[in-house]
Nanobody, 117 residues
Framework: QVQLQESGPGLVKPSQTLSLTCTVSGGSITTNRYYWNWIRQPPGKGLEWMGAIAYSGSTYYSPSLASRTSISRDTSMNQFTLQLSSVTPEDTAEYYC?????????WGQGTQVTVSS
């Protein structure tokens, strides 16, 4: 069974870069036609897709966040990483990593990130 686990700091200062890692177990991030995503949910708001990295290593970003977002992977560790630069308090949210052939087949439990000085 594929399991995902987010990790990273829970508090980030404004203007800094938020960095989160998703560790995948029970399956490989290079599995053909699997896509690995970052999704967030700000307090009181809906889910927002941020971007994805494909089994091939290709990346895709939400147009609204593309200028500040970078997703990379470490195949040796079976991990993929989100970096969001120049954060503001509006980036405070629960961050989830997801994955699978339909992108949302598997979910991590989520990690709360607060942007505050």
């Amino acid at each position: 069974q594929v399991q995902l686990q987010e990790s990273g700091p829970g508090l980030v200062k404004p203007s800094q870069t938020l960095s989160l890692t998703c560790t995948v177990s029970g399956g490989s991030i290079t599995t053909n036609r699997y896509y690995w995503n970052w999704i967030r949910q700000p307090p009181g708001k809906g889910l927002e897709w941020m971007g994805a990295i494909a089994y091939s290593g290709s990346t895709y970003y939400s147009p609204s966040l593309a200028s500040r977002t970078s997703i990379s992977r470490d195949t040796s560790m079976n991990q993929f990483t989100l970096q969001l630069s120049s954060v503001t308090p509006e980036d405070t949210a629960e961050y989830y990593c997801t994955g699978g052939p339909r992108r949302l087949d598997y979910w991590g439990q989520g990690t709360q990130v607060t942007v505050s000085s």
